[in-house]
């Protein structure tokens, strides 16, 4: 079993819509996590960062946590086309950006 | 610079070449992550640097794989004798200090070895 599994999708929905991203992890030792958001051909950027459990709110972006399941999600309100890039969640025992470990990305494309 | 710059953007090579891949990272953070993304996996994870120093170079796959930082800043990752399966696009990513999540990645280095 990965470390991390992420559903790669791909998944389209129309603009407007609410989507849900998620990604379940087996390592109990991970305490932060993030999810970065990947247009194609460019580097990821870092879109959400929790530490533990419970939610956090950014505009149309919220991410959960549930380390009793270990499972995470993001969700994205009032979808937009531009929202279309591959997110990638991640996770780390630390506090640092070292040996982040990856899930494989969701491919979300937001049609108009 | 404004962001992470990484060079060249693309490069194709013979399997068997050596080639070297070159990151500059944001001015004035001293850490400096190597990260490895292959077609329809997630990010590997390859060597960290903190200043000039390396503590942690497990996730290199091979002793094919070496890595350098100079002055706290340029960083270059060289790989030997170049295999198919190192195609890949090679990402660096730097940010103020280790233990700042906020890691700002470069375009990545595409590479081909044919």
């Known amino acids: 079993q990965k470390e991390v599994e992420q559903d790669p999708g791909p998944l389209s929905v129309p603009e407007g819509a609410i989507v849900s991203l998620n990604c379940t992890y087996s390592n109990s030792a991970f305490q932060y996590f993030m999810w970065y958001r990947q247009y194609s051909r460019k580097g990821p950027e870092l879109l959400m960062y929790?530490?533990?459990?419970g939610n956090k709110e950014d505009g149309r972006f919220t991410a959960q946590v549930d380390k009793s399941s270990k499972y995470i999600s993001l969700f994205i309100r009032d979808s937009q086309p531009s929202d279309s890039a591959t997110y990638l969640c991640?996770?780390?025992?630390?506090?640092?950006?070292?040996?982040?470990?990856f899930g494989k990305g969701t491919k979300l494309t937001v049609n108009p | 610079g404004a962001g992470v710059s990484q060079s060249p953007s693309n490069k194709v090579t013979e399997k068997g070449k050596d080639v070297e891949l070159r990151c500059d990272p944001i001015s004035g953070h001293t850490a400096l992550y190597w990260y490895r993304q292959s077609l329809g996996q997630g990010l590997e994870f390859l060597i960290y640097f903190q200043g000039n120093s390396a503590p942690d170079k497990s996730g290199l796959p091979s002793d094919r794989f070496s890595a350098e930082r100079t002055g706290g800043s340029v960083s270059t990752l060289t790989i030997q004798r170049t295999q198919q399966e190192d195609s890949a696009v090679y990402l660096c990513?730097?940010?103020?200090?280790?233990?700042?999540?906020?890691?700002?990645f470069g375009q990545g280095t595409r590479l081909t070895v044919v």
């Open positions: 990513a730097s940010s103020r200090q280790i233990l700042n999540t906020e890691a700002f």
């Open positions: 929790t530490y533990s459990s």
């Open positions: 991640a996770m780390s025992a630390q506090g640092g950006s070292e040996k982040l470990v």
